[in-house]
């Protein structure tokens, strides 16, 4: 919107100490404290909204000092906006000299006194909406309109589930064996890294085991965790010749 164009709303503004302007969003600086919040699907779907429509259909409320904007009301429209890519919003602000008191009663009062839906008239006007895309606009459902009860989410527990212990069991020679064998491959490769195992090094253990028992044809998995520690052996000596690779 062009600053002439504003001119005249300015003027009638000014008996009341207010005034409206394109602002860029980077100048506009949000509550540090703020008691209303917003879910995520809500702001996902304010964003949505301010892309379809190019801009904020509704204006949040800011004090200016300088060159700065302190957003009073409307702080997630803010945030939305600038999250839908928009570099500037209109604004409604004051530059008259507010209290911290009366900076907090502004915040308060736009957020506390905003009225209360007829739930009837509120379904009338939904049902009137038949597109699904503008429903979802609306912000509105079934749930909050009380036609449909809201999930209920019942708690894992391991009492529902349906699980079995598997053990490898390995004679005390092996498991001997393995304890040298990693407490050389830890002495070999110490350094001031830490070592975190991840979810696919567990996945490249079990295709390991598989792989040996497939060539070896063995099926006892202790047997083919042997010849892994065989391999792991023979090799040992390539792991004084390298360094550790770190990893980020």
């Given at each position: 919107?062009?600053?002439?164009?504003?001119?005249?709303?300015?003027?009638?503004?000014?008996?009341?100490?207010?005034?409206?302007?394109?602002?860029?969003?980077?100048?506009?600086?949000?509550?540090?404290?703020?008691?209303?919040?917003?879910?995520?699907?809500?702001?996902?779907?304010?964003?949505?909204?301010?892309?379809?429509?190019?801009?904020?259909?509704?204006?949040?409320?800011?004090?200016?000092?300088?060159?700065?904007?302190?957003?009073?009301?409307?702080?997630?429209?803010?945030?939305?906006?600038?999250?839908?890519?928009?570099?500037?919003?209109?604004?409604?602000?004051?530059?008259?000299?507010?209290?911290?008191?009366?900076?907090?009663?502004?915040?308060?009062?736009?957020?506390?006194?905003?009225?209360?839906?007829?739930?009837?008239?509120?379904?009338?006007?939904?049902?009137?909406?038949?597109?699904?895309?503008?429903?979802?606009?609306?912000?509105?459902?079934?749930?909050?309109l009380g036609r449909m009860d809201p999930p209920s989410l019942d708690p894992l527990s391991e009492e529902g589930l349906e699980y079995r212990v598997v053990s490898i069991a390995f004679l005390p020679e092996e498991v001997e064996r393995a304890e040298k064998l990693f407490d050389t491959i830890?002495?070999?490769?110490?350094?001031?890294?830490?070592?975190?195992?991840?979810?696919?090094?567990?996945?490249?253990?079990?295709?390991?085991?598989?792989?040996?028992?497939?060539?070896?044809?063995?099926?006892?998995?202790?047997?083919?965790?042997?010849?892994?520690?065989?391999?792991?052996?023979?090799?040992?000596?390539?792991?004084?010749?390298?360094?550790?690779?770190?990893?980020?």
């Open positions: 919107m062009e600053t002439k164009a504003l001119d005249p709303i300015n003027e009638k503004l000014s008996t009341s100490g207010l005034h409206i302007a394109m602002v860029p969003v980077s100048q506009c600086d949000l509550l540090e404290k703020n008691a209303r919040f917003m879910r995520v699907e809500q702001h996902r779907q304010l964003v949505a909204n301010i892309k379809r429509d190019g801009g904020l259909t509704s204006v949040p409320f800011a004090l200016r000092t300088g060159d700065r904007y302190l957003i009073l009301s409307g702080n997630h429209r803010v945030m939305a906006a600038q999250d839908a890519g928009l570099t500037e919003i209109l604004l409604l602000y004051t530059e008259r000299k507010l209290s911290r008191a009366e900076q907090v009663a502004i915040q308060l009062s736009h957020n506390a006194i905003v009225g209360q839906d007829d739930m009837n008239i509120l379904r009338d006007l939904y049902d009137e909406i038949t597109d699904v895309v503008l429903r979802e606009y609306s912000g509105l459902d079934d749930v909050i830890l002495t070999e490769t110490t350094g001031d890294v830490t070592w975190i195992s991840r979810r696919s090094d567990y996945d490249r253990l079990l295709d390991a085991l598989a792989a040996s028992k497939s060539a070896a044809g063995v099926k006892n998995t202790a047997t083919a965790f042997g010849l892994i520690l065989d391999l792991a052996e023979a090799h040992i000596d390539e792991l004084r010749q390298k360094e550790p690779t770190k990893s980020t």
